[in-house]
């Protein structure tokens, strides 16, 4: 069974907003290693968010810090990012990175998911 990743929850939201995205793998599935999210603006180069190791340490973006919040519920292959005090530069597309292993250990990537943030 082919492993994969897929987002969801993004959206349309105002200024100060909250949005919550989630992702999860599946497929033949031996353990998921890190699993974080990345975005990218239009004329931009895609940039880290937020990465959880399996294990529960995080490491967040300056420009996120004390707004967003990655979790991740293992026994769902599942990682979360709880996204508050949204501002207009947090508009971009979100994209969902996991490292799987199945027979070996591959990076696999979302397909990716719109969040905008209205003034």
């Known amino acids: 069974q082919v492993q994969s990743v897929e987002e969801s929850g993004g959206g349309l939201v105002q200024v100060g907003g909250s949005l919550r995205l989630s992702c999860s793998a599946s497929g033949s599935i031996d353990s998921v290693y890190a699993m974080g999210w990345y975005r990218q603006a239009p004329g931009s180069q895609r940039e880290p968010v937020a990465v959880?190791?399996?294990?529960?340490?995080?490491h967040l973006a300056n420009s996120v810090k004390g707004r967003f919040t990655i979790s991740r519920d293992n026994a769902k292959n599942t990682v979360y990012l709880q996204m508050n005090s949204l501002k207009p530069e947090d508009t971009a597309v979100y994209y969902c990175?996991?490292?799987?292993?199945?027979?070996?250990?591959?990076?696999?990537w979302g397909q990716g998911t719109q969040v905008t943030v209205s003034s």
């Open positions: 959880i190791v399996r294990g529960g340490g995080t």
């Open positions: 990175n996991a490292y799987i292993r199945s027979t070996t250990i591959r990076e696999y």
